[in-house]
């Protein structure tokens, strides 16, 4: 079964960037498509990007766009979330998702989910 890692996360101030990696085992990485999630305290989980499985195509929600990147590294088994002009709204937990058969916008479409980590962006 595919097992998730994240990096830890982080306190950052408004305006500044970080780096978060999610490593993975036990499955044929360089075939998912994966995703980065969020969820801040008493929220829904909410999308914030996606990989194609090659790295060829990359989305992103409309709150992070311009501002975050999704890349990936097959072999290394990793994905990244590059977060630059982080601000106070981006605090919440992130969690890196893998999809079998093609990532998209949806939690309910990533059966394989890391813990998450926290970041916190302070003002």
């Known amino acids: 079964q595919v097992r998730l890692v994240e990096s830890r996360g982080g306190l950052v101030q408004a305006g500044g960037s970080l780096r978060l990696s999610c490593a993975a085992s036990?499955?044929?990485?360089?075939?998912?498509?994966m995703g980065w999630f969020r969820q801040a305290p008493g929220k829904e989980r909410d999308f914030v990007g996606g990989i194609s499985w090659s790295g060829a195509n990359t989305y992103y929600a409309d709150s992070v766009k311009g501002r975050f990147t999704i890349s990936r590294d097959n072999a290394k088994k990793t994905v990244y979330l590059q977060m630059n002009s982080l601000k106070p709204e981006d605090t919440a937990v992130y969690c890196c998702a893998a999809a079998p058969f093609g990532s998209s916008r949806y939690g309910k479409n990533y059966p394989y989910w890391g813990q998450g980590t926290q970041v916190t962006v302070s003002s």
């Open positions: 036990g499955g044929t990485f360089s075939n998912y498509g």
